[in-house]
């Protein structure tokens, strides 16, 4: 065993000392000081380079913190070999990083990926907490407490028995205290590189949370404020939320697949909260960024389309087995199209905006509908269609599509996971991809019902979903395509007469434009009827779209 220099032979000399006799590291321990005496003591400070020989290690055993870390300086200089001193009673974490001539005294606790700098001392008891920072020369004084994630400034003595906690860093990109009270909420706040506006989404409000890697700073969290005006209770929202990944990350391992890439992994607080709610009372949750992955906002090929539907058709398929009674109704009516004609109807008695003279057409297009806004619910009444956990918002834009293979791969904003009718998370995909134009198309002479995109969309979702489809299911899909569209067409209507008080509008007449386009989707869904209808055998017949 090598021999030790301990330069200072004050009282804390004295110490060290002893505490390097227990450690059994050395062989021989000498001191050097200018003013003490006694058996141990060789020779004055000035004589340190001519002792290097014999004692290739040393440490300063100074209690002033700006002389310890100036001598740790000059032994390092010197080629000395500088050790930690760590009292076999002390508590030192295998993570922490403790830098050279740092002494761990008697009953002491450095806890999980802290780090020390050169020189520090750490006093008898006391306790530093996990991943907190000491700058080089400090002293954490007797008994004394540094909470987790502190940063100690080098020099600083923090006194005996006094309690640190931790200072809040400035964050690029945090202009609010409520997200920086969410990053913290989430455990965040100490590493988070910056925050920047995440997504195109225009109900909740969303923050990619960029992260320390090794390769630069990456992208590894979304973080959102839930729209409370949407979606009134938040902990049911989130409780839905949690029920169903949880089930699927199940499924998904049992399958052999990713479950942290092929179903959103949302996080808890540290309070292990599903969500945190910040001093406006508004809701936040967290969950993981998936990497490589890619999000369309329309379709661009019937390709496309078709991979969309095996997504929605698997998650389907996935969750046949989730405890439905579980799940709340987060928004009460969401698809009861019975009951968004008696609200159209209200709407059209009402007229509180003097608007049922210029949509005379719309309302007689609606009305002459009203028997078919029943066949879904009675088919629901009657036992007929069963109810699934559904998705209820199935656009395209709501699928991650792997960057590297084109194929879909994770289905997300789960905030109306409810139950409901297989037919209506197919016709909302129906209605919104199986047109080439917008939604808000003003010519409706360039909005067409695209037969090819119906049979692509078809043909994935059967291929997915027709192990655990009914019969009856199959065979209500064309009717599942025509009502959930004039069931938004009827919507956009609605709120048009009402003045535009629900969906988002740029210009006066906006509201009553989409609805034309979704009216003239559906009449050309009724002129490709038995088209539809034939599609939809064809590939019930065929492997994979059996019928249970």
Known sequence: MPNLLILGAGGFGRMIYENVQSTRQFDKIAMLDDAAKGLEVIGKLVDYTAL????PCAVAAFGNNKLRVQWVDRLLEAGFVVPTIIHPSAVVSPSAVIGAGSFVMQRAVVNTHTVLGKGCLVNCGAIIDHDTTVGDGAHISLGS?????????PGRKVEAGEVIFAQRRVIDGVDSRELQDALYAFGFGNQCSYVKPFGAGHIN???????????GDELRYVLQRVNTHVFKNPREVMQNIFGVTEYLRTVIRAEGGDPDRETLSYIKTKGGENYYQDTRGLPWRCYNYISDSVCYQGVETP???YQSARSFGNFLKQLDGYPIETLHETIPKFHDTENRLRAF???????????????????????????????????????????????????LNNILFD???????????????????ALNDFGDSIRFGAT???EDEPDVSKVHFELDLFEAYTKGYLETAGDVLTDAEKEYLPWGAKIITLECGMRFLTDYLQG????????????????????????EMEEHFDEMKAIVKKYSEMPGGEAK
């Open 500 to 523: 535009d008080v629900y969906f988002k509008t740029q210009y006066p007449h906006h509201n009553l434009v989409r609805c034309r386009t979704q009216f003239k989707l559906v009449a």
């Open 145 to 153: 407490v540094v909470k987790a994630n502190c940063q100690i400034e």
């Open 303 to 305: 390709e496309q389309f």
């Open 345 to 395: 109807k209200r709407a059209v008695q009402r007229d509180v905006k003097n608007r049922v003279r210029t949509c005379k057409k719309e309302i007689d297009f609606v009305l002459e509908r009203a028997a078919d806004c029943s066949v879904l619910m009675d088919g629901l009444r009657s036992g007929k269609l069963p109810l699934r956990v559904t998705h209820n918002d199935t656009k």
């Open 52 to 55: 290097r020989e014999e004692y």
């Open 205 to 215: 409000e969303t923050y990619a949370v960029y992260m320390p890697g090794e390769e």
């Open 403 to 421: 960057a590297k293979t084109g194929k879909g791969m994770c289905i997300i904003d789960l905030d109306t996971i409810m139950p409901g009718l």
């Open 436 to 438: 080439r134009a917008a």
